[in-house]
Each structure stands twice: as C-alpha cells, then as structure tokens.
C-alpha cells in the first residue's frame, strides 16, 4: 500500500476539521429548517451550506499547505551560482477556485549586496515560494485564469465577472478580474505567437476530407484612435468644451482581418423536387485573426506560415482539391497574385458576393423591383452555377442590354461599374465546374467567422479598442473558436505555470 506523505495527512485532517466545523455552525446558525420533512426548499438551503463548507475548508487547508512549504524553506539557500539570504517577510493575497487566501513568504536578496533590503520590498527579490508553485508576479492560480480568459473570449471584463462569481460563488471585483484578463491575456497571445507552428501541425484532416478551403475578409473594429472627418463641420467649435465634443465625436473604425482554413466532403442530397446532386458538407473549420494595422502585415506571415504547414505537413500526398475563395476585397486578391502560396490553388470569387452584384447589375438596366430585373437576375444566376463557361454569355447580355436601355445617370454609372466587376473577375467565376462536383463555391466560414469571432465580441455595444488590449482578446476569441483552446491552455499553463524551480 502506498504510503500517504505527511503534509498530505495533515492537510486532510484540516479540511475534513474545517469542514465539520462549519457545518456545525451552519446547522446551528443558518439551517432553519425541519430537515426532518423533505422540501426543494429544504434541500436547496442543505445544498448551499454543504457548498460553502466546503469550500471554505479547501480554502483554509490550501493555505495552511501552502504555508507548510515556506515554514521549510532555510533562511540562507544557493540560487542563481550564489547564496541568498532571507531579508523580510511580505504577505500576499491569491485568488483561488475555493476563495482568496493569504500568505506570508520570504523575500530573499544576494548576501553579497551591501545592503540587501532595498526601500521598495520586492526589488530584485526572490521569493522562492511563488517561485516553486510558478506564481512569480500573479495574484490568481491558473485554474482561475483560465475560468476567466475563457469567459472573456465571448464577454466583456463585466460581463464576464458576474458570471463567474454565479458559477464559482466568490465575490471577485471586475477590477480584478479586468487586470488578470489584461496580464494573462497578454501572456497567452505571447505563448500562442511564439508557438505557431505547433498550433498549426496538430491539426487532423478529418478522414473524409475531399477539399481544404481558404478564405480571408475583413470586419470593421472601432479603436480608441481619433479618426479622420471627411468634409467641414457644419459650424466651427468656438469654445474648449465645443472643441472637446468635436474631438470626442472622432471614431476610428479599421479593418481586422480574418482568414479561415476548412476542410469539407461531399454528399448526395436530394432537393424539393427529387432530383439528387452531391453537396458540399463542411467538417471543420480554424481561424486566424489580426486587429487592424498597416497593409495587414503580420495577418498575411501567420496566413503564411498556416498554410505552409498545412499544406506541406498535413496535406502532403493527400491529393484533395486546394481552393481559395473570398469576395471581390481587390487588396486581398492582389496579395493572392503576389504571393506564391495559392499557385497549387483552384481560385473562385464568392457566389453569393457575385450574385449581390448580379441583383445590383438587374435593377440598373431594367429597374428596380421591376419583373424584368427578377426574370434576368434569376436566369443568370441560374446559369453561373449550373453551365460551365456561362460567365462569356453574361457579358454579352451585360453589353447588349446596357446599350438596348439607352441608360443614363446613375443607372448608367451603376451599370458601368459593375460590367467592370464582372469583366475583372470573369476568370475566377467558373461555378458550375465546383458545383456539379460538390464543392464549396461560397466563402461561408469566413463570413461567418467576421460575425463570430470579430463582431460578436469586438463589437458590442460602445465598445472601443487600443490595439494591444484588443489583439489580446481576439486572440483568446480565435484559439475558443477554433476549438483549440484545450491543447493550446494546457500547454501554455505548463509553460507558464512552471517558469523556475525553488533552489
């Protein structure tokens, strides 16, 4: 049989002391009721008090465990190729699943210094207890942090807070919560950053892959940046307050990007009419996103890197169809043509961003909401998806109608412009090919990750960004919806957790 060390006896004789003391005083000062007669109400106020006893003798026997491993440590221990001397003693407070608790631990200094307390305690010091647990310069455990960077990957530092006080039953201030989510944010978006290409070559292909997908858009964020206006104010600020308003009403709304990587199949499926045809069927789908910033630099080195893996680690010998789809953004399609990532990749324009402009295109040579403009939308984009080589046919229609309607103003204008739309982009709109085959033709994921994973948390309501906090954020939004946070947080927290052994 195993032999149970000391410390650990000691801690369970506390706990299991702590626990039946305080649920003594709750029988006797809190339990009013006849726990003779079974009640919900009963039984809801036996199951508080069983919670917050037991919670508060896992406190106490943390604490006193914890403090059991600085009462051993000697005044005088080697560290560093030299001896450091214990000078002081600082306590600190340290949020825990089970509620704060509080120890005093040893700030230790080099005995070579002259004088070694500094004024300001912690200085150059060492204090090998939070070293030994990996809390050097943290006031909350990592089971905590998690709990808290997860929920503040879909809300706000307020938000956040209330709900983790209902789940764990503590009483932690927003405050707080706020500086671990800045802190431990920052420190995850590092870890992540700096381990890439680990992230990247642990993805699966699921086993019915027939196509991996790329896609890249842009949501607008707003920042805590002064933008510029566009045109004169109606009246110019004769006042400081008048000044200060104009200055407050400037906003600055940017871009971040975002790219998705999916992995689809297909499959028969039947549609109101009986006849069958194969249908893409997406798998999976993971994400990277970038808060706005000049010509989306570092987006396009983590785009980068993603798809070398990708394609050179996991897609290697795999044979699957390569696509690239975005909407009609000319910066991304440009970076696309320079780059020699997508040379091995099949390129389509997004349907349904082809069809927005398809519709456009009807109502500015038959009119708006008028039989016509339906009848000649439906035909055509009928025809994109379903006849290969249909986009030739619809230039034709595009010029011999712009000049049979005899169009002016801003139908002509209209009209012009989006014959230019479809005249650049008419090599990347060979639907039908991709279509009878079963395979995506629209850039869904990313679409829907801009509103997941960039509107719905960078975009509530009055929320205004600096680029760091922001980057910080949507990085614990990325990794949560990616559904990697499992491997990525659990070997961050072993990297983070465990930064230096006690001497």
Sequence with gaps: MKLIPNNMLTLIENVCTYAEQSLIEFAINDFNDNSEVLSAKMISALSKGLEDSVREAARKGLEQFLQ??????????????????????????ILTKFGEIHLKRGLYYPEKEPNPVPKKPLGKAWVPLDSAWGMEGRNATAEVVEGLLYLSASHGAKEATKSYNKISGLDVGVTRVYQIIQNDGQRFKNYVDENREERWSSIEVPERT???????????????????????????????????????????????????????????TSDHSGETRMSPVRLSSIYTAKMPEEKFLTFKEENQEV??????????????????????????????????LFEDFDWLLDFY????????????????????????????????????????????SIGYYGKKQRLRGSRKQTWEREKGFFTRNQAIMNYAIYYEEGLPIGS????????????????????????????????????????????????????AWNLRPAA
């Design 210 to 268: 027939e196509a991996f997908v790329v896609s890249m858009d842009g949501a607008n964020v707003g920042l805590r940046e002064a933008g510029t206006k566009r045109g004169r104010t109606k009246k110019r600020p004769e006042t400081e307050a008048e000044t200060a308003s104009e200055e407050s009403k400037q906003s600055c709304y940017k871009n971040a990007m975002v790219g998705s990587y999916s992995f689809y199949t297909n499959e028969e």
């Design 444 to 495: 869904g994921p990313v679409e829907a990750a801009c509103k997941s994973i960039v509107k719905a948390r960078m975009c509530q309501s009055g929320m205004r960004w600096h680029r760091e906090s922001g980057a910080n954020v949507l990085n614990l939004r990325v990794i949560k919806q990616s559904d990697q946070w499992e491997q990525m947080w659990s070997q961050y927290r072993e990297n």
């Design 68 to 93: 059991g491993f600085e009462e051993e440590i000697p005044k005088t221990i080697p560290f560093q190729d030299q001896a450091w001397r214990r000078a002081t003693i600082e306590g600190k407070d």
């Design 307 to 340: 798809i070398q893996i990708i394609r050179g680690e996991i897609l290697e010998d795999k044979g699957m169809v390569k696509l690239l789809i975005m909407d009609g953004a000319r910066p991304l399609w440009k970076y696309a043509k320079d780059s020699k």
């Design 353 to 396: 961003h082809a069809s927005e402009h398809l519709s456009t295109l009807s109502e500015a040579i038959f009119g708006s909401d008028t039989a016509a403009a339906k009848s000649w939308y439906c035909k055509w984009r009928k025809k994109l998806k379903g006849e290969e080589g249909a986009i030739k046919g619809l230039l034709h």
